[in-house]
């Protein structure tokens, strides 16, 4: 077997240099996801003594968790599309009415809302020309026209 100082005398730092300047840079998921988990999974098996096999209801757990972690995570977006969704319905339903909110002074401010935009994260209401988040408006009255 050759020693470490064979090993490394053989490499040439050019060849190592344009490999790495050559390869494509990997990046780091940042969350667990069923791929990334069906991947440990292997890599356990593979290498797993075989004389002392993996627990099967060790691994019927980590299945079972990862189920339930997706389903979380299903229920997590349809709950934040859901949100979305009222937040656009109740912005859309004051168009024509006369709404309320604090000023940037922290004085209370009147008007009509006349359109609505969706651009943003959060809805924004135009009321007399000037765009106000959804969220900052305080109250709402009966519709303008008669």
Partial sequence: MPSIDQISGSVDPASVASALANSS???????MDSEMFMQLLVS?????DPSSPMDTNAMIGQTTQ???????TNQ?????????LQMRIAASS?????????????????????SVSFADAV????VAGKEVA?????GI??????
């Fill in 25 to 31: 840079i990997r990046t780091p998921k940042q969350n």
């Fill in 44 to 48: 356990q098996l593979k290498n797993q």
């Fill in 66 to 72: 990862l189920a339930m972690m997706e389903q979380i």
């Fill in 76 to 84: 997590t977006t349809t709950a934040t599309e859901g949100f979305s």
């Fill in 94 to 114: 004051m168009v024509g009415r006369e709404v309320s909110y604090l000023g940037a002074d922290g004085k209370p401010v009147t008007g009509t809302a006349t």
């Fill in 123 to 126: 809805p924004t209401v135009t």
């Fill in 134 to 138: 959804l969220d900052l408006i305080s």
């Fill in 141 to 146: 009255s009966a519709s303008t026209s008669s």
